[in-house]
């Protein structure tokens, strides 16, 4: 018998419980875990509420959370790829992310083939912070725009656990980065990660700022916020640049009419989804290489300050939907 969290119906905080719970002996190909550090992250929220992108019915009690760091526990029949000790990592489980769920929890089972090895140079809870937000930035990065030394980026949510992770990234291949922030903590803290001019965008027009500073425009907008800032930043591209909309934490972006797109300068739009960068095993263990690179060399910090323990899960979530505190929230059993 261990302990989880588990939900028995949709909606807000309250319905996390601290629950004993039960995980057989590993399966075939499968591998018991004991988790070290666990990440929040906004689609947990998403999965407790209900209704965002779950198809099917969920099916009562459920342990939310898709991401955690741990220790490898016992390995069932046929398993060689990793041993008893091992510290591994893991997103997600193979199918959508919103779906076998379970990381909100001090042990679990998981196929082998989800676990990324940890390198020495990498904690647990660094890995815990930074494996979803990390994997989502690098495929923004490396696979829609890679922002160049003589570009500016716009960045929304830019203290966010991505938006932070972004910040750095993009100061370290040479852009000028241009960061929305909810409040003057979260602009320090973006300063000091690298935001060459923090946006406080709930009291300033972003959109006023970002054409005094740019002139012309920024190359590329990262957004995370959706709903709140995606339309309003077509105005602040400049002909022929790119926005991503890769999150939707204000809520999902309006339908798009594509002719808007040339009249306001022949942009272009992305919304891409990291469990499409993670079908292809090679890349993401690529990826997943070259962020511990990054991580374990400085370059890219991650911010450990909102920790939590996993029992106190529903005040984790209370305070992510409050917008408190920046960079990445990690749960510890
Ligand atoms: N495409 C993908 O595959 C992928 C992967 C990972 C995450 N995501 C999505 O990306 C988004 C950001 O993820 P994250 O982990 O960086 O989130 P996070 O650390 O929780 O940050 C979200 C931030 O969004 C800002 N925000 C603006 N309006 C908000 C509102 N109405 N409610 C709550 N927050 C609001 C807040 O920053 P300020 O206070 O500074 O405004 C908040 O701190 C989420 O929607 C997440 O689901 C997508």
């Known amino acids: 018998m261990m302990k989880a969290i588990r939900i028995h119906a949709n909606g807000g905080p309250e319905v996390l419980r601290w629950e004993d719970h039960t995980v057989p002996p590993p399966g075939p190909g499968e591998v018991r875990i004991r988790h070290t550090a666990i990440a929040v992250n906004y689609s947990d929220v998403n999965v ?8 099917n019915p969920l099916q009562f009690p ?5 991401e955690a760091a ?3 526990e016992s390995v069932g029949p046929g398993v060689t790829t990793v041993r008893p000790g091992d510290r591994i990592a893991y997103v997600g489980s193979g199918g959508p992310f919103y779906e076998n769920t379970g990381a909100y929890a001090e042990q679990r089972n998981l196929p ?12 647990d809870r660094q890995a815990a912070a930074m494996m979803l ?4 930035a690098s495929m923004i990065v490396n696979r829609i725009h890679r922002p160049k030394p003589g570009e500016t980026i716009l960045i929304h949510a830019a203290a966010s656990g991505v938006g932070l992770i972004l910040t750095q990234w993009a100061k370290h291949l040479g852009a000028t980065v241009i960061g929305t922030v909810g409040s003057a903590e979260k602009a320090r803290v973006v300063a000091a990660h690298g935001c060459d001019h923090p946006i406080l965008y709930r009291e300033t027009d972003f959109v006023a700022a970002v054409k005094r500073l740019t002139g012309a425009g920024v190359h590329a907008v990262f957004d995370g916020v ?5 339309i309003p930043s077509l105005d602040c591209v400049r002909p022929f640049g790119m926005l991503v909309n890769y999150g939707n934490a204000s809520g ?9 797109l040339a009249k306001k300068g022949s942009l272009s739009v992305s919304r891409p989804a990291v469990s499409s960068f993670q079908a292809d095993e090679a890349a993401c263990q690529a990826a997943c290489d070259e962020l511990f690179d990054l991580v374990a060399r400085g370059i890219i910090k991650v911010e450990l300050g909102r920790t939590y ?6 005040t984790a979530h209370r305070d992510l939907e409050a917008r408190q505190g920046a960079g990445s929230m990690v749960l510890i059993p």
């Open 309 to 314: 323990r996993l029992e106190d899960a529903a």
């Open 62 to 66: 459920v342990v939310i959370g898709n």
């Open 226 to 230: 959706g709903k709140d800032t995606f």
């Open 70 to 72: 741990g220790i490898v």
């Open 252 to 260: 999902h972006v309006p339908p798009l009419d594509l002719l808007l």
């Open 112 to 123: 082998a083939s989800c676990l990324i090895r940890l390198p020495a140079g990498v904690s």
């Open 133 to 136: 937000k990390g994997l989502t």
């Open 48 to 55: 407790r509420r209900g209704g965002f992108y779950i198809a």
